[in-house]
């Protein structure tokens, strides 16, 4: 039980161009999912924290105007990169607090290669 | 100040060393600490949750000291399948959120 399913794993797109990503918690009901971004030898960075049915709340330095986060069910969060630049190339996870004992709660998408070029 | 710090390595060890991971957190309200493994280019997965009283599970143990605001893993018996990047990971009371290291690469070698 406690399954994430993030899409796509990997994406390569035009600079200028936008890219949405999605999480689904498959069989739990998800109101709060979390999307991490992660540089190379680097750690996860959480970005912003994704609540059903109202506004995310974005981590300090990340543009809420570029990262476009909706949770509009309990089983679905989506995050778009819009305008993309080859600086938001990056692996991007997402979780979900599924109160899973055995993960503390959280459970991890399988992470989107992203490639701005 | 990063508020979860690790020695980035790496740690190459032939198999069946034993090796030892430290980390240290900033924030004395840090609440909940945890080991997760992160392979290359995949998601982290839980590898085990650290308490005060310290735990083991097999071959991996994990030790929290909160006084000195430090978190350790030993690994004994390393195996070639135990070559990955470790995470230190760390909550905060009253958040709901993961803090994590940047992680400690091991490659154990034949």
Known sequence: GAVVSQHPSR?????????KIECRSLDFQATTMFWYRQFPKQSLMLMATSNEGSKATYEQGVEKDKFLINH????????????????????????????????YGYTFGSGTRLTVV | ???VEQ????FNVPEGATVAFNCTYSNSASQSFFWYRQDCRKEPKLLMSVYSSGNEDGRFTAQLNRASQYISLLIRDSKL??????????????????IFGAGTRLAVHP
């Open chain 1, 72 to 103: 509009a069910s309990l089983t679905l969060s989506t995050l778009t990169v819009t305008s993309a630049h080859p600086e938001d190339s990056s692996f991007y996870i997402c979780s979900a607090d599924s109160g899973h004992a055995t993960n």
């Open chain 2, 81 to 98: 399948s135990d070559s990955a990047t470790y995470l230190c990971v760390v909550t905060l009371r009253g958040y709901n959120k993961l």
């Open chain 1, 11 to 19: 994406v390569i797109c035009k600079s200028g161009t936008s890219v």
């Open chain 2, 1 to 3: 100040r990063k508020e």
């Open chain 2, 7 to 10: 020695d980035p390595g790496p």
